[in-house]
């Protein structure tokens, strides 16, 4: 190993010093940096290759076309089960009525 080096032989990135904190904080914000710089650059080769293609964009047409669809059925189930419920209750009503009666 080269003097002044911690690293293997042949590679010294860095000669060693009394500040180990200050160099363990340093390496700590270079690699969180790296790594922020890494994610933006596989977001941004994302963005090109997959969310600007005619493909996609007509998928993402397609399935909020679908999407608003959806909606208007659940609109529609809930209406017919609040009318069920309505006269599920009516019924309860009439036959507890008819039943108190006798």
Known sequence: MSPGCRMSP??????????????MFA???LIVFISVCTALLA???TWV???????????KKKETITESAGRQQK???GKV???VNTSESSWELVSS????TR
Do not use: Q
């Not at 042949?10 to 200050?22: D, E, H, N, T, Y």
């Not at 290759?49 to 998928?59: A, H």
């Open 97 to 100: 009525f008819l039943c108190n």
């Open 49 to 59: 290759l997959v969310y600007r293609t005619d493909k996609y964009k007509r998928l």
């Open 81 to 83: 089960r609040r009318g």
């Open 10 to 23: 042949g590679i010294c990135l860095r000669p060693a010093s009394g500040g180990a904190m200050s160099t």
């Open 75 to 77: 609109k529609k189930i």
């Open 27 to 29: 390496d700590t914000l």
């Open 43 to 45: 977001e941004g080769i």
